[in-house]
Each structure stands twice: as structure tokens, then as C-alpha cells.
């Protein structure tokens, strides 16, 4: 299942040598020649070095980060190349890293802004790093030099479409999805390509890598890469076992990919590409043996590539993606019925123009229900490359598809997103800057939103009725202060339960009197959880002895403003220790929301004492519980330099340490914005 990247294409603009153009900017320019460089040795060692990189970045695959060095080693010399700027930057867009080619773009087009198809280029890495109104104007940039000179390369025609992924990503952003997006981590991922995640009804985890002990150990020419394996991870003593590659004959010498799982884990779906450009194929599980791996019949599998599926839990119909002749687009999804009477897959229809796009659609996914289908799409109102999307189908017809947003969706390529059977969690890969090189496995977790209460809540807003509140039962109702009554409903007030980490039950808005109202079985570690736009996340516990009745409480939000502080109310440690208790983990999740919707936003992460111990005892604890919980936040993704860990120890109490009440309030940790 080779992996579709818009990167791939951008080789072309590497193996152009088109000539430098006359003019320069600002008088920086510097080509290697020796009119520039008067050491002839050194001269000749960054030429031999350019050829170098020039011949590994045109091979691509395990041979970019190779070609990188060997444009380094140039760049050392002179950095002031325009097209050797280029050349690195589009070597790193094709690399494990394609967002850090954006300041040797930047600077290409800072030497000679008429560097071929700079300005695309550069629009793309600007994409890539999100920074979306620079994007667009680069893009306009090379669509006006479009006007005055055609490119032949339809890949740098593409500037509409672009400039609308932008302002999509943009609108994607300021609105994130409620969610918390996780990297699997080392014990899953790797340096190379791991991605098709499928995960059993046991805890068993199987996917797709790329790796040097893949079954064969050989290497793809198309791609230069190791060829695909299926991988897969026992779950053991809380954890899982490392990864390895299921023996044969479910794993041939080329390339296996894992495809679709079936709910009682037994049914496999795997790609492979033996012939016809890539077909899918099934195998059965019998204990711990897999069985030779049957194609699917020719209703399904074509002379062009299938490379996703997915069987519908009633075994009544089989999606899938394809590239065969008659589709919308390059890959369009398709569906087959099963045939009971002649026992296989009848012909196959296309979805139709409202899911598939002149673009490619990839990835499926289908609810237990089978009414809701996930996919991934380069159409559709993507914010760069594939985006995931979901769709749901009514009397025969599918809903107008639904971008995922941010953080599941980035700009660059978001793809093979399988849902847990409740909805509620899932797991895709993606390459991101928090990745641990080539494409990573990532687990998303869907937070309930105000916008699809439970059936727990009160069942209206604004003065509406819900359950009868019974006699073993409070009402919680919590104001935000300092704001409007009409702008509460901006907020997302939401109860949590410090020792169920399962539990959360959005609180509804009353927006006559801008309050949040829930109905609540007292006794238990509730904490209401705040999260506005413009202001820093907010817990407020709620003791565990208050009884059945009415409970009323302030709520004071802080605004995004460097010195702004919030304690974190409900982060708890190990008695004397620096270990994060269980129940912590609720709003550690949900700063790091916070934290991927305002991506600007850096933290210190601070440490407090009370002052019980020594002063060195104090100050080294204070250090240690700030560094665990800076490193559980980028355990979650979150990037190292936007966080400071410090330890404060006793030196800065909010009450006196004169009772055990003062003393747990100056054992805190807080945030404060840098």
C-alpha cells in the first residue's frame, strides 16, 4: 500500500536544472564558481558534494537524509546558493521532516525571488508549518508568474486549490475539535514508515512498517524504501511486547499492508501488490496461525490498485478504495454487496460525487451501525494533503462529508483513521514535527462536546426541564464570572470525576442567567472544567463530602496574557514523591487540548511547596513534580520549547503554612504564560 504524498511530486522541481536567473537580491547571491569562491579545493569539494545530493535526492526513499548531508556539506561552505537553498528544501519537503525545509525556501527566495518555482515551494513549506496568510501570498506570487510563463508540471497549477486548503486550515484552527491526539511512541513507531494501525479485540495492535527486518530484508526500487511487513504488538503487563512482523505466509518478500480487521479479530484484510497494481486479499486466523492470504474477486480487485477496504459488521457490503477506469477522481471509494447466492462480492458502485472528488479518497472505515463512514480525502475541504473526513447515510443517501478538523487533521497528509467500536477513540498516522521520523501511528480520543450531550443531562437549554433531581442527587451550578451572560455560551463547562477517568458530563447553559446547571450523585471527586477562547483552562474541585441539594460556585477564568497564572487544581502526586497520580491525567489531557489550539501559547510549568521539610528538600521536589508533568505533556505531543519546568519550592505561598487548609494551598503546581 504505497503511501500517496503530494511531496513525492515536488522530485521534479529537484531534477530541473533550470538556470539561476540574472537578477539576485539584495546583492546576496553567491553561486559556486570561482568568480564567488577562490579556493579552488574547497570549490571543487562543494560541486562533487552538490552532484552527490543530486544523484541521492533523485533515488529519494533511504537515501534523502544522505542527499541532506551532502547538500550540508556544500551549504557549509556557501549558504548564500540560492539554488542550493532550493535544492535542500525540496529535499527535506521529500525527507522525514518536510516542515523544517521552510527556512531554506525562505532564504532561497530571499537570495533570488526568481528562482524557479520558488514561490510555490515556499507557499508549501509555509502550509506545512501552518502559518496560512504567508502561504497565500506566496501562492499568489507564483500564480501571477503562472500568468506571465505556463508551467508544463500540473503539480505547480494547483494554486486555487492550495489557497483554499489555507483558508480552511486557518478556520479549522481558530474552531479545533475537542480532542486529544497522541504519538503511540517508541514502542509502536519508528524512524521508518509505520502506518495502517488496526487494533484486535483482545488489545492486539497490528500494522504496516517499513523496516530493515521486514520479511526478505530487501528493498522496493520504485521507492527506495524497505518493503512493507504487517507488524504486531501483544498487549503485556499494562504495556505491549516490541513489535514484530507476523511470519509467513500472511508476510511475503514484498510488500504486505494491514488493511481492515474484523470485530471478533479472526478476519484480515492485507494488501498486497503482486499484480494489477496492488489488490486486496483476505486471510483467516486459526489460534496463532494466519492463512494463506485469497484475493478478492475481480468485482473488486482490477486491472488499476485497491489499497483500503473495510467489511461491514453484517458481512452485507464491502468498501473500498480503488483507482480503476470510470471514477471521479484518481482513487474513488467504492462499495460491493455480498451475494449470498453465488457466494462472493457482486459489482461494484461508486459512492458518488458527494464523497469522491477529482482528488483522491483513501482510508476506509465503516460504524458497527453501518451508517457512518470515515475516509480520508485530498478533496473535499482539506487543509493539505489527505484530511479525515466522516459521512453518514440517510434513506440512501450520504451526508455532505465532514472535515475531522484540528489537531486529528494537519497540513500535511492524515490518513487510515480505524474507529473503536464506540466511537469514541481511534487511531491514524500522520507525519508531524512531533514524530519520531517518516510517517507515526497516533491515537486520537474524542472529548464530549455541549454541542452532543448524554442522556444523563438536562434536556434543554435556556430555562428547559430535564430529569426529575431525586432525593440522592445535587444540582451543581457553577457561573463564570467576568464575562457576559450572552458570551457564556462560548464556553465548555464540563464535569470531571478524579476517580473515574472515563467520566465526563458536559454541563448545559442556561443563557438567561448565564449559568451551567448538572444534575450530580453527590460524595464523589468532581471538577469542573472550564475552557474558553482568549482565556487559560480552568479546575475547580468540588469537595467530596458535599450532600444532595443545591450547590452553588464562582468560577474566575484568566485570560491568554504573558503572566497570566492558573493552578491546576486537580494534579495530584504520591505522597513526598514526584509520581503523577492516576486521576491527574484528566486535566493534563485537556491543557494539552489547550495547548494544540493555541499553538502561539508557551507555558512555564511551576512546582510549589508548602513549608514543612527542609528548604532543600523543598526545592528539589518542587523541581522534579514541574519536570513530570512538562514531560507528560510532550509525552503527548506537545513541543519541548514551548515548555519551562521550575521549581519554586516554599518561596512563593498563596496563605500562610499556619493549617492543614493554607498548607494544601500552597501544594500546587501552576501554569503561567511566558
Not at 22 to 46: N, R, S, V, W, Y
Not at 105 to 124: D, T, V
Not at 351 to 380: H, I, K, M
Not at 521 to 541: E, S
Amino acid at each position: 500500500m504505497p503511501m500517496i504524498r503530494l511531496l513525492h511530486l515536488f522530485i521534479v522541481a529537484l531534477m530541473a536544472q533550470a538556470l539561476l536567473a540574472q537578477g539576485t537580491a539584495g546583492g546576496a547571491e553567491m553561486p559556486f564558481d570561482k568568480a564567488h569562491i577562490a579556493d579552488a579545493t574547497a570549490l571543487k569539494a562543494a560541486l562533487t558534494a552538490i552532484k552527490k545530493g543530486d544523484a541521492l535526492a533523485e533515488k529519494g526513499g533511504m537515501d534523502q537524509p544522505a542527499a541532506m548531508a551532502a547538500y550540508q556539506e556544500a551549504a557549509d561552505l556557501n549558504s548564500n546558493s540560492a539554488e542550493l537553498n532550493r535544492k535542500m528544501g525540496v529535499c527535506m519537503l521529500n525527507g522525514p521532516e518536510p516542515a523544517a525545509a521552510l527556512p531554506w525556501l525562505k532564504r532561497a527566495a530571499e537570495l533570488n525571488p526568481k528562482e524557479p518555482r520558488i514561490h510555490y515551494l515556499l507557499a508549501y513549506a509555509l502550509q506545512l508549518n501552518a502559518h496560512w496568510e504567508q502561504a497565500i501570498a506566496e501562492y499568489k506570487l507564483h500564480a501571477e508568474a503562472l500568468r506571465r510563463t505556463p508551467d508544463p508540471d500540473g503539480t505547480y497549477n494547483l494554486t486555487d486549490k492550495r489557497i483554499a486548503e489555507c483558508n480552511t486550515g486557518k478556520a479549522l484552527m481558530d474552531a479545533p475539535a475537542y480532542a486529544v491526539v497522541t504519538n503511540m511512541g517508541q514502542g509502536v513507531n519508528s524512524p521508518s514508515n509505520d502506518y495502517g494501525a488496526l487494533m484486535g479485540p483482545d488489545g492486539t495492535l497490528y500494522f504496516t512498517s517499513r523496516r530493515a527486518n521486514t520479511t526478505g530484508g530487501k528493498v522496493n526500487k520504485v521507492t527506495n524504501t524497505w518493503f512493507e511487513d504487517v507488524y504486531n504488538c501483544q498487549p503485556a503487563n499494562g504495556g505491549i511486547t516490541p513489535p514484530i512482523p507476523l511470519p509467513p505466509p500472511l508476510n511475503s518478500p514484498k510488500n504486505d499492508a494491514t488493511v481492515a480487521l474484523s470485530a471478533d479479530g479472526d478476519h484480515l484484510i492485507i494488501y498486497r501488490d503482486e499484480s494489477n497494481g496492488g489488490d486486496l486479499y483476505s486471510s483467516e486466523r486459526t489460534g496463532a496461525d494466519w492463512s494463506e492470504p485469497v484475493a478478492f474477486p475481480p468485482t473488486v480487485n482490477s486491472p488499476a490498485q485497491e489499497s483500503s477496504a473495510w467489511l461491514t459488521a453484517d458481512g452485507e457490503w464491502l468498501y473500498f478504495a480503488s483507482s480503476r477506469e470510470g471514477g471521479l477522481g484518481g482513487s474513488d471509494i467504492y462499495r460491493s454487496p455480498w451475494v449470498p447466492e453465488a457466494k462472493t462480492w457482486g459489482t461494484a458502485e461508486n459512492l458518488g460525487p458527494v464523497v469522491n472528488t477529482p482528488y483522491d479518497e483513501d482510508g476506509v472505515c465503516v460504524s458497527a451501525d453501518g451508517r457512518t463512514l470515515w475516509f480520508g480525502s485530498q478533496g473535499n475541504g482539506s487543509m493539505g494533503g489527505f484530511d479525515q473526513f466522516k459521512t453518514t447515510l440517510s434513506n440512501g443517501v450520504w451526508s455532505k462529508p465532514e472535515n475531522l478538523g484540528w489537531p486529528i487533521n494537519s497540513p500535511g497528509d492524515d490518513q487510515f483513521l480505524v474507529m473503536a467500536p464506540d466511537g469514541k477513540r481511534g487511531w491514524f498516522n500522520s507525519l508531524r514535527a512531533d514524530g519520531l521520523g517518516q510517517d507515526d501511528i497516533y491515537q486520537v480520543d474524542f472529548m464530549p462536546s455541549v454541542k452532543e450531550p448524554e442522556t444523563a443531562l438536562l434536556a434543554s437549554v435556556g430555562g428547559g426541564t430535564g430529569r426529575v433531581l431525586t432525593e440522592d442527587q445535587m444540582t451543581l451550578v457553577a457561573f463564570i464570572k467576568g464575562i457576559k451572560p450572552m458570551t457564556a455560551i462560548e464556553a465548555h463547562v464540563e464535569l470531571l470525576d478524579l476517580d473515574d477517568p472515563l467520566f465526563s458530563q458536559p454541563m448545559v447553559l442556561d443563557s438567561a442567567s448565564g449559568t451551567y446547571t448538572s444534575n450530580v450523585t453527590p460524595g464523589k471527586n468532581y471538577v469542573v472544567h472550564v475552557a474558553m477562547k482568549g482565556y487559560l483552562p480552568h479546575n475547580q474541585p468540588i469537595e467530596p463530602e458535599t450532600s444532595a441539594g443545591k450547590v452553588e460556585m464562582d468560577v474566575n477564568m484568566n485570560p491568554v496574557v504573558n503572566g497570566s497564572r492558573e493552578v491546576l487544581g486537580s494534579i495530584l502526586f504520591e505522597p513526598d514523591g514526584s509520581a503523577l497520580e492516576p486521576a491527574s491525567t484528566a486535566e493534563l489531557d485537556r491543557l494539552v487540548v489547550f495547548l494544540n489550539t493555541n499553538p502561539e501559547v508557551r507555558l512555564e510549568v511551576g512546582g510549589h511547596t508548602d513549608s514543612q521539610a527542609s528548604d532543600e528538600h523543598n526545592q528539589r521536589l518542587s523541581e522534579e513534580r514541574a519536570d513530570t508533568v512538562v514531560e507528560y505533556l510532550t509525552g503527548k505531543g506537545v513541543a519541548k520549547d514551548r515548555l519551562t519546568a521550575k521549581g519554586y519550592g516554599s518561596t512563593d505561598p498563596v496563605a500562610p503554612n499556619d493549617t492543614p487548609g493554607h498548607k494544601r494551598l500552597n501544594r500546587r503546581t501552576e501554569i503561567k504564560v511566558l
